[in-house]
């Protein structure tokens, strides 16, 4: 075969590949404007990438949900539960996609992500564990069922029990929602357990009839009494006595009192609702970036249950709908008014956790003065038979899944909780473990060469600390740096997600003061590992700058070959690979130190 014939042969092989890319091109893109059209009508809009990769992770990895009961309301002081909502019009419009899965009672949240170059894509999962978690095919039945009648249970009893139901979440995530339907089942269930006595617990007075007659609350020994009023910036107003404004003060026992402050007396159960109904529409409201209607204060309502001939309380039932949480990124183009709202609302939704937390550990020491909103709650906190509900809603738009996020690391702070199973992939059960090693615990290296676990419970780390997000190639990413100090084996991985790490508790119950300088000394240690970990990336990148120039020196001589040009090419695709890696690097310990500060 001569030479021109050769050069043929090989333009018509060209030729084929080419023919062969642009229809493979072609099909790709016709399979891509299927998927499209596919998920467009199954209601779930958006990128089509994104939302196949977590169709596929939900594929291989949600295993069966656990059955709800209602164990955690009867040992716990304590229940947090998740609420997410369906996508609604206005974010189908938007084009975002479903990025949050529950499965009972663990909660992924799937943050899309680009890499460096801006092209590829991938998925950043988070995942957290409560005590119940309901999906957006949950009705309010289920949620009531299971987080809230308990609580009316208990308070029926006419023991005293001081319940508490707390709606948090962003805004527009459906926590005003819940919480109507919840108050609507309230008062229907409160006036049936008071007609036929169903409070009463049998197991606990079986002597006679005489003695359940007195211990529970019938409509023929207690009345019920509501109030109803919000908590707007540091004002706090009567909502069922036009808006009159309030004042906070404590008797000579140390019980706060709200002075001027109207109960109402309700009859029956529609009489009820028609008082929660006016103080629902007398709340305070406002547009914000997020909704057009953000609920801009806390409101409260509170339903007594009183002795008949004593007046003396004998339960308490709150159900506080608290005000929208948001980033301080979200209130930059909110006027002054606007962000002292933003302002106080984190600061009584900072002062309610801690009080939360206390609750469920029995502190001696509950900081309900610390806001407002704790203040006027204080013997829900510090009562030996208080009982607490918090439900936290979260959108499923993939636009708010850092709002989730925080939310979700909220609501887990408030109780960090062990997961007890997780299904990976399905039916399988894996190893127990912390609900997310990156949002729990941090695993430090000592200087004996072991790891020592800080449990966030303490307050030694903030919650949200990211460490093991690595592959555990990176762990040799570098020469001269012990990057093995500065990140946990390849056992931690991507949020604590694949495996299981050998952890314990350190011994809780220390003082303020030690918890601080714990946190300022785990702030100082990873501020030193950050510059380390930059002062070697700086000298990595200038190596790999250097080899940069090499080769394009080498890439433009006259003379060049087709290998070394593909040599060129391999090369320089390493390179930009290694370069990935170390922003990587850098950019997660920048994360997890901002998290500390």
Partial sequence: MTSKDQTRAAMERMEAERTARRQALADLKCQRADEEKRIR?????????????????RDYRVGIALPYNNDHNTVSKICISIRKRPINTKELSKKDHDSVTVVN???????????????????????????????EHSKTEDLYTYTTLPLVQNVVKGNGC????????????????TMSGIQGMVAADLFSFLLGGLGFDS????????????????????????????????????????????????????????????????????????????GNSKRTTHS?????????????????????????????????????????ADTKSHDRQRQSESSEINKSLLALKECIRALDTSSAHVPYRASKLTLVLKDCFTSCRARTTMIATVSPASSSADHTLNTLRYADRVKQKKVVEDFTPKGIPNRKRAPSVAENQVVITTGEGGNQTCDLENNAVPQGYNVGSFESENNALFQGVNVSSLYDDESLTTKGEENSVSTYEIAPKD??????????????????????????????DANLLTEEGDWLQNIQKDDLL???????????????????HLVSLLQDKIESLRSLL
């Avoid at 695709?573 to 990935?580: A, F, G, N, V």
């Fill in 562 to 580: 087709g290998d070394e040009i593909d040599e060129y090419a391999s090369r320089l695709h390493s390179i930009l690979d290694r370069k990935t």
């Fill in 162 to 177: 001081r319940a508490t139901v707390f709606a948090y979440g962003q805004t527009g995530s459906g926590k005003t929602h």
């Fill in 41 to 57: 009508d199954a209601g779930n809009p958006g990128d089509v990438d994104f939302v196949g990769l977590v169709q596929r992770w």
């Fill in 203 to 278: 197991t606990q007075h079986q002597q006679s009839g005489q003695e359940k007659s007195a211990s529970a609350c019938t409509v023929h020994n207690t009345y019920v009494t509501v109030s109803f009023f919000e908590i707007y910036g540091v004002r706090i107003q009567d909502l069922l006595n036009n808006r009159h404004q309030l004042k906070i003060l404590e008797d000579g026992r140390g019980e706060v009192v709200i002075f001027g402050l109207e109960e109402y007396e309700a009859t029956n159960a529609e009489h009820l609702l028609s008082l929660i109904a006016q």
């Fill in 288 to 328: 914000t970036e997020a909704n057009d209607t953000s609920s801009r204060s806390h409101s409260i309502c509170q339903i007594m249950l009183r002795d008949q001939e004593t007046k003396r309380l004998r339960g308490k039932l709150s159900l506080v709908d608290l005000a929208g949480s948001e980033r301080g």
């Fill in 105 to 135: 009672p663990t909660v992924w949240v799937h943050v899309p992500k680009h890499r460096v170059d801006g092209i590829n894509k991938y998925l950043d999962h988070s995942s957290f564990c409560f005590d119940y978690a309901f999906d």
């Fill in 511 to 540: 003082s303020d003061d030690i918890r601080f300088q714990k946190s300022q000394q785990l702030v100082y240690v990873e501020g030193e590992k950050l510059v380390n970990l930059h002062m070697s990336i700086i000298q990595e």
